[in-house]
């Protein structure tokens, strides 16, 4: 049975949301943090916390299934090499999504906001590690398991900025370029996204409409975001991005703090 917020969808919110979904989908192919513009939309919506995460899963798999392929093929990730990450991430967030599912959705009308505006204020004020150069070696395995772990439960019970934290934590854990962490990234990211999904479709918590419709908007601009990492990165979208996501988050912190 669908949700009532399904039946009752304004085409205009619908179009507002694929929108702000598409621009979600460029920048977190680029940088990460795309769930810290489709949380906060989805909840401005007026859906219930519980069903926020679990149809910014689904459009999130799209995204990241688009971005993941795109560094496949490019032959920028190498799935042999990170089994032990693929794994971990896939455990954490099965874990992470059935925790999520047993909150209160009290705890995470409270929690969400503080996430997205600390996670957006960390990408705002730090600065990555630097890239190393020369030859690069493959990667240490044992340091995948935590990594992987930690991350996937991270993504399960929240998410916002995981695409972002995979990147700079295998810059410092690995000899890796930021375009190859980068891969990296996206790939653990649909990882941990499919299989938090899977948790959330078991519970019923996914307006599979909405969801879709945005799902198709990020893949596009997924593919697109990808498609101008691989080419040179973008410092000239990171600052408005994060002022956005910091604007749209303060916004709901005095909605369900000071409401």
């Known amino acids: 049975m669908p949700f009532p917020f ?37 909840l401005t919506a007026g859906l219930p916390p519980h069903l926020v995460l679990g149809t910014n899963k689904l459009c999130a798999t799209f995204g990241s299934a688009t971005a993941s392929y795109t560094f496949y093929r490019r032959k920028l990730f190498a799935p042999a090499q990170w089994r032990n990450a693929l794994l ?21 009308n409270q929690m969400l906001p ?17 890239a190393p150069t020369g030859s690069l070696a493959p990667p240490a395995k044992l340091r995948q398991w935590p990594q992987g772990l930690g991350l996937g439960f991270y993504d399960g019970i929240a998410g916002p900025g ?14 890796l370029d930021l375009v190859r962490a980068s891969g990296v990234a996206r790939s653990m990211n649909f990882v941990s996204n499919a299989c938090a999904l899977a948790v959330f479709i078991g519970t019923g918590q996914v307006a599979w409409v909405l969801g879709l419709s945005m799902g198709m908007a990020l893949m596009v601009g997924a593919y697109l975001g990808a498609r101008t990492a691989i080419r040179g990165g973008a410092k000239f ?23």
Do not use: K, N
């Not at 971990?88 to 995470?108: D, F, S």
């Not at 995981?162 to 000899?175: D, M, R």
């Not at 979208?237 to 912190?253: D, K, S």
């Open 6 to 42: 399904e039946l009752a969808v304004d085409p205009a919110m619908l179009a507002v949301l694929a929108l702000v979904a598409f621009l979600a989908g460029f920048v977190d192919a680029i940088a990460g943090g795309g769930g810290l513009l489709t949380i906060p939309a989805l």
């Open 88 to 108: 971990g991430t896939a455990i954490g967030a099965l874990l992470g999504a059935a925790v999520a599912h047993w909150m209160p959705a009290a705890w995470l």
């Open 114 to 130: 503080a996430v997205v505006f600390a996670c957006g204020l960390y990408l705002l004020l730090g600065r990555p590690p630097e």
């Open 162 to 175: 995981t695409g972002a934290f995979w990147t700079v934590s295998s810059l410092l854990l690995y000899p």
């Open 237 to 259: 979208i990171r600052p408005v991005f994060i002022l956005v996501v910091l604007a749209l988050t303060a916004r709901l912190a005095w909605q369900h703090w000071f409401g």
